[in-house]
């Protein structure tokens, strides 16, 4: 904790401002209310002079900090997958599950974090999803085996599918338009490096210690932020008493849950699964789907939706969001295949493989905050462009990957990847969420992390099935072991380099914008 305090002042937020005081304490009755009122709308609104002050970075840091650990969960079994798999005896389109399943638990939670941010109070909602995330750690350091290790997966995947809508809504709170590039930036660092690095310290952490204590050594610190949050928080905005629509609940679920379930079985497939089962995930999802939209467009009248939809009348916020979803889908595909492929063809280690992987890592994190200063001054275009085009070079870079590849082949290209993506995930946040009105922020944050994660759930189980698809061909035509894995994996990185092309297409149509009719701002 005192390791935290120390480096929350540090984070690039801007330069300090004068705000009021926090709430005394000694008002009773209607003054308190009348007090709270005046002092939660001043210290939310951003300061137009493009300043935060002392409180004002504080929040935002102890969110990052926190959201940072809860995010780093998402790919940390993609190096133990193999050595879970063997232990758990499970097959790869199975063991996938603990990544994809987590996914899949914040894609249907997700959307009803935009009606618990405009309900319950900042302070307490931190503190529930923190709790929800270490009661999952402890669990899945104690699993005795794949089943309750899955449960603790979907367990802290509550816990997480909480925190990033509330840093990126309270972000866009807080943060007048002057500096949202330079503070997204930061939030980047949340939002790519976690998954990016996870893959680096799950593969040291397993060599020298055993895959439970990827568990047992972030549950101090999940803890310690817990704590520190309690302490340091205090409530952004002032909470409604609007209700909750519980028939828009079930109908994510099996919107969301149909769509990337029929995904998944498309890997078991290969392996002799029903037909029937995969074509009627897929229907219950699109129909699951489809009611939950036409309800949210009527609700949304009344102010009642689960998910506000009228975010997407904002051209900028809709194209922003189909980028991200093919980022992620990406980003989170290749992140899981790239172990599989380092270990199980060049026969790598856990531990070199991590520290195979630090380095892209690292660099992106250390990009991030340049991005948002450049995106202050240029504006999206002029990095999305680059950005997506870079992407695309690093994902057609693997089609060439063979069993002979050498380590410096396979750098080059996470190098490349994580400056590419790092050049993306800030300009495509604030551009996509600075178009949309400010009632509708924690509406837009939702749907940007629904589309987000559902979209890197999608990438899993689709490029880990059509690997399992390529690897079942190969067998059949009695290839070994070494040549079915990389001849389904090449497979894999065909079609997620293909679909890097749409995203150079759509980094050209995105612009700076404000709320009001989509109207550019100086670029």
């Known amino acids: 904790m005192r390791v935290l305090s120390v480096l929350l002042p540090r984070l690039h937020f801007g330069a300090r401002a004068h705000r009021p005081a926090p709430k005394p304490e000694h008002l009773v009755g209607e003054d308190v209310k009348q007090q709270s009122d005046v002092l939660d709308h001043a210290s939310s609104a951003p300061d137009t002079a493009g300043q935060l002050s002392a409180r004002d970075r504080t929040v935002i840091g102890v969110l990052l900090v926190s959201t940072f650990v809860v995010i780093l969960n998402e790919t940390i079994m993609s190096v133990a997958l193999p050595t879970l798999m063997s ?28 009606f618990l941010i405009r309900r319950v109070p900042t302070r307490t909602l931190f503190g529930a999803a923190m709790a929800l995330f270490s009661a999952g750690t402890f669990l899945a350091a104690v699993a005795p085996g794949f089943a309750v290790l899955l449960a603790a997966r979907v367990i802290q995947a509550g816990g997480t599918a909480i925190m990033l ?7 866009m709170t807080l943060v007048p338009p002057a500096r949202r590039g330079a503070v997204m930036g930061n939030l980047s660092i949340v939002i790519s490096v976690a998954p990016a690095i996870g893959p680096a310290v799950s593969g040291i952490v397993l060599t020298q210690f055993g895959w439970r204590y990827m568990f047992w050594l972030v549950l101090p610190i999940a803890l310690a932020a817990v704590l520190l949050g309690l302490r340091l928080i205090t409530n952004v905005g002032e909470p409604t008493s609007a209700p909750i629509d519980l028939p828009s609940v079930a109908l994510s679920v ?8 029929g995904l998944s079985s498309v890997g078991h497939s290969a392996e002799g699964a029903s037909p029937v089962m995969l074509w009627g995930a897929f229907g219950v999802g699109v129909v699951g789907l489809a009611a939950f939209v036409a309800r949210q467009l009527v609700l949304q009248r009344s102010d009642r939706a689960l998910l506000d939809l009228r975010t997407f009348r904002s051209p900028t916020f809709t194209v922003a969001s189909a980028m991200m979803m093919l980022m992620m889908a990406m980003l989170l595909g290749t992140i899981v295949l790239l172990p599989i492929y380092l270990q199980q063809v060049l026969a790598l280690e856990t531990f070199t493989i991590g520290l195979l992987l630090l380095p892209g890592g690292l660099l992106m994190g250390l990009l991030g905050p340049v991005v948002g200063r450049l995106y202050d001054r240029f504006g999206p275009r002029a990095l999305l462009v680059p950005g997506a085009a870079a992407v695309s070079a690093a994902l057609w870079s693997t089609t060439m990957f063979t069993s002979g590849s050498s380590m410096l082949q396979v750098l080059g290209f996470h190098l490349l990847l994580s400056t590419g993506l790092a ?24 749907i940007f992390g629904t589309t987000q994660q559902l979209a890197g759930a999608a990438g899993v189980a689709l490029l880990v099935s059509i690997m399992s698809v390529g690897s079942a061909g190969l067998a059949a035509e009695g290839a070994s072991v070494v040549e079915q894995t990389a001849g389904g994996i090449h497979a894999a990185f065909l079609v997620a380099a293909s679909l890097s092309l749409l995203a150079i297409v759509g980094a050209f149509f995105i612009r700076s914008s404000t709320p009001s009719g989509d109207a550019p701002v100086g670029h």
Not at 254 to 261: A, T
Not at 425 to 441: D, K, N
């Open 87 to 114: 232990e758990l005896a499970v097959e790869a389109s199975v063991g996938q599950w603990l990544t994809t399943g987590f996914l899949l638990t914040m894609s249907v939670v997700i959307p009803i974090t935009g």
């Open 165 to 171: 809508p509330l840093l990126m809504t309270t972000v």
């Open 254 to 261: 099996l919107g969301f849950g149909g769509l990337v379930y």
């Open 423 to 446: 050049f993306v995930f800030t300009p495509l946040f604030t551009s996509g969420l600075g178009a949309v009105e400010p009632r509708l922020y924690s509406y837009g944050s939702a």
